[in-house]
């Protein structure tokens, strides 16, 4: 079935280090793909999405390319901050279909 | 707009006991679900709307009813609580034919 791997955490860093958080995916055709973020305490807010192969999806400096090939759709930032600090959900939503499916999350910790 | 509510934030229940979480939306969405989420598991689908008077069955949705008598509300019920009902429960509701799902806050619920 369809699914949504992502790399465990914690990731930590410090401030304006590189960022890179892996997700790959299996699904047939050509889901949509997303980045939703958690902040501590709160709902998810989607950060940033693409919705066929080689698009990119980019929202306050993250940044992540749908890449058929490789089932992949990496998540990067060039220069992490502080308020950076939350839990990453990568998720997709198949062809013909409407529910979203979570990967089981990544928590980024970014050190003064 | 409000956007997605969601009511109690916080709840402790004994075993056996039931109670039902509430979840509002203001944006005239079609869509709504209800998610779980789990350390390290990241957000599993329990049940799901289409509309008013149509709702199905996600990927864990034993020991949970829901019902859609109005396009602004999807309550979801816990008949008798179980301490693997311990968890966060997130509401979200999209428009159909939009990709970007909208989150509650979160319940936190706590079953002993």
């Known amino acids: 079935g369809d699914s949504v791997t992502q790399m465990e955490g914690p990731v930590t860093l410090s401030e304006e280090a590189f960022l890179t958080i892996n997700c790959t995916y299996t699904?047939?055709?050509?889901?949509?793909l997303f980045w939703y973020v958690q902040y501590p305490g709160e709902g998810l807010q989607l950060l940033l999405k693409a919705t066929k192969a080689d698009d990119k999806g980019s929202n306050k400096g993250f940044e992540a390319t749908y890449r058929k090939e490789t089932t992949s759709f990496h998540l990067e930032k060039g220069s992490v901050q502080v308020s950076d600090s939350a839990v990453y959900f990568c998720?997709?939503?198949?062809?013909?279909?409407?529910?979203?499916?979570f990967g089981s999350g990544t928590r980024l910790l970014v050190r003064p | 707009n409000a956007g997605v509510t969601q009511t109690p934030k916080f709840q402790v229940l004994k075993t056996g006991q039931s109670m039902t979480l509430q979840c509002a939306q203001d944006?005239?969405?079609?869509?709504m679900s209800w998610y779980r989420q789990d350390p390290g598991m990241g957000l599993r689908l329990i049940h799901y709307?289409?509309?008013?008077?149509?709702?199905d069955q996600g990927e864990v949705p034993n020991g949970y009813n829901v019902s859609r008598s109005t396009t602004e509300d999807f309550p979801l019920r816990l008949l008798s609580a179980a301490p693997s009902q311990t968890s966060v429960y997130f509401c979200?509701?999209?428009?159909?034919?939009?990709?970007?799902?909208?989150f509650g806050p979160g319940t936190r619920l706590t079953v002993t």
């Open positions: 699904a047939t055709g050509y889901p949509s």
């Open positions: 944006m005239n969405h079609e869509y």
């Open positions: 998720a997709l939503i198949p062809d013909s279909s409407y529910k979203l499916i």
């Open positions: 709307s289409v509309g008013a008077g149509i709702t």
């Open positions: 979200a509701s999209r428009l159909t034919g939009e990709d970007e799902q909208y």
